[in-house]
């Protein structure tokens, strides 16, 4: 079945550091590939998307390409704030399976320090 | 294993009646859980936070009378779909916060309005 996995944490950081969350994947056919964020006591916000190879999806700083060859989605962001602290989650939904559900990974905890 | 449970997982209703969906937190105690919908093929959205002996925080653009959403222990919380039409038709996920510990997910219910 469909799988994905993303690196563990907690992952603390300065803040203005340069942060990589891996995430990489497992699925038949050409899912589509998010990130959603969890800040502290609220509910999961899509962050950003990409629904093809190659394709980059970015929003707040945040940016993550698809990449196939590699069958990764790894969130990066140049410059880290203490507001970015949250946990974050790499997911896909399989497009070529005919599963409408979606897939996550585990989470990612990050903590920006002043 | 599961932390929390979503029931039913799949659901087939005819249009005008109701749904009752339950997410139950397993082996933890959850003062808040969250619902979210994802429509075939799309991102997942929240649509509402369900706090335990309040009234529900629902997301713009979501029908609090349609979705009722009641969280009256510490352990469950439940949506309900009032007379549903085939536009509900739906996936429909919970997920619990657990101290000191990222997001749990439920399984999720499928649900079909013919």
């Known amino acids: 079945g469909d799988s994905v996995t993303q690196m563990e944490g907690p992952v603390t950081l300065s803040e203005e550091a340069f942060l990589t969350i891996n995430c990489t994947y497992t699925a038949t056919g050409y899912p589509s590939l998010f990130w959603y964020v969890q800040y502290p006591g609220e509910g999961l916000q899509l962050l950003l998307k990409a629904t093809k190879a190659d394709d980059k999806g970015s929003n707040k700083g945040f940016e993550a390409t698809y990449r196939k060859e590699t069958t990764s989605f790894h969130l990066e962001k140049g410059s880290v704030q203490v507001s970015d602290s949250a946990v974050y989650f790499c997911a896909l939904i399989n497009s070529g399976g005919g599963a409408d559900g979606l897939t996550f990974g585990k989470g990612t905890h990050l903590i920006i320090q002043p | 294993g599961a932390v929390v449970s979503q029931h039913p997982s799949w659901v087939i209703c005819k249009s005008g009646t109701s749904v009752k969906i339950e997410c139950r937190s397993l082996d933890f105690q959850a003062t808040t859980m969250f619902w979210y919908r994802q429509f075939p093929k799309q991102s997942l959205m929240l649509m509402a936070t369900?706090?335990?002996?309040?009234?529900?925080?629902?997301e713009q653009g979501v029908e609090k009378d349609k979705f009722l959403i009641n969280h009256a222990s510490l352990t469950l919380s439940t949506l309900t779909v009032t007379s549903a039409h085939p536009e509900d038709s739906s996936f429909y996920i919970c997920?619990?916060?657990?101290?000191?510990?990222?997001?749990?997910f439920g399984n999720g219910t499928r649900l079909t309005v013919t």
């Open positions: 997920s619990a916060s657990r101290p000191n510990s990222p997001l749990h």
């Open positions: 369900s706090n335990e002996g309040s009234k529900a925080t629902y």
